[in-house]
């Protein structure tokens, strides 16, 4: 995966967690878990901010736009 590396630091219950989280639902690492959880969280916090900002969302969904016509 191409991207930037960002090494963080978790209080021991979180870890913990993830760690529960990552064997219940059988993702092989904590990390790739810890990855997914900001990425889910990321996800949410983009789309309140989509929902406060509609002039935001609409240059977003226009560019996806634009990329449609573009095929």
Known sequence: MAGRRIE???PDELAENLDLV???LGIPT???TALIAVAE???RRKAELDDRDPDQKYFVNEALDELENKK
Do not use: F, G, H, R
């Open 30 to 32: 904590v990390e790739e």
């Open 8 to 10: 963080i630091e978790v």
């Open 22 to 24: 990552a064997q219940a």
């Open 41 to 43: 969280w990321v996800s």
